[in-house]
């Protein structure tokens, strides 16, 4: 296979991936909304009282007793929390590289706006005019704040 068809197909799978990215996390957020709108308190305590009753029904003497069941469901918890926090940073890290990518476009398109414009300046004026001598002024504070910033 030559070398430009397989850069178009890691393209086309880099594309793929970003989609599919954008969908995951769009859905993700409306299970997150939707399970938090499920939770209301009622539901809370009905879950409480079948979980208590089916773990008291379930207790085999001496193997699994509340103090065991109180542990699993911490431990599982723990689990559900460490899985937000983990999914949290990675949607922090795609923010992050994408004000990245903003930021270099940004910079990208300034260097072309100043290169044209010093095209421009570089071309010769049709008039055979003298310019006239700038005059000397005072710099405004935010231009002497600049000027001393670069320095």
Known sequence: MKFGALQRRVRRCEQVVTVR???????????????RQGWSPLRIVVVGL????????????????????????????????????????????QAA??????????????????AAASAAEARPTPAARPEPEPELREPRP???ATELSER
């Open 142 to 144: 935010a231009e002497a």
């Open 21 to 35: 990215l954008v969908e995951t996390q769009d859905h993700w957020s409306t299970l997150s909304q939707v399970w």
């Open 50 to 93: 079948a979980g208590g009753f089916i773990a008291g029904k379930l207790e085999v003497p001496g193997k699994v007793n509340g103090a065991r069941w109180l542990q699993m469901v911490g431990s599982v918890s723990n689990l559900f929390a460490s899985a937000q926090a983990a999914f949290a940073t990675a949607m922090a890290a």
């Open 97 to 114: 590289a994408s004000a990245d990518d903003a930021a270099e476009e940004a910079d990208d398109a300034s260097e072309q706006a100043s």
